[in-house]
C-alpha cells in the first residue's frame, strides 16, 4: 500500500493506478482474444488485475458470428464502461457478480488484451 503525501485517504480509491503524468493512459476500446461464451450485444463483466471493481462491457463480435462457444477463443473488440489502463498482453477475467452487499465473483471466461483502439 503506498502513501499519498499531501492527500486525504478518502482521495484515494482501491485500484487507482499512481504513475508519472503520460506514463499510462487509461483506455474505453480495446481489441483482446477472448474465451469465454457471449452473444452479439450481451453485456459482460470483466475484472482486470485482482483487487479491482468489474468493469461492464458489451463485445463486437466478429463480422458473421453468432453466440461464441465457452471453449472457443476469439478476437473482439471490447467497448467499456469506463477507462481501464491496460496494455497488450494485460490478462482479464470474465465474470458474472451477484448479491448487494456481500458480492460473489464468478468467472466465466478468460481474456488477453491484444491492443488498445482509442
Known sequence: MARVVGGRPTQVETGQVLATPGAVRPHTRVRATLRAGAAPGEGLQL????????????????????????????????NLSRPVVCEEGTDFSVVVQTGDHIISTHRIGTGRVAGALD
Open 47 to 78: 475484472l482486470f488485475p485482482p483487487g479491482r471493481r468489474a468493469v461492464d462491457a458489451t463485445a463486437d463480435l466478429p463480422r458473421g458470428a453468432g453466440a461464441i462457444a465457452s471453449d472457443v477463443r476469439v478476437e473482439v473488440t471490447l
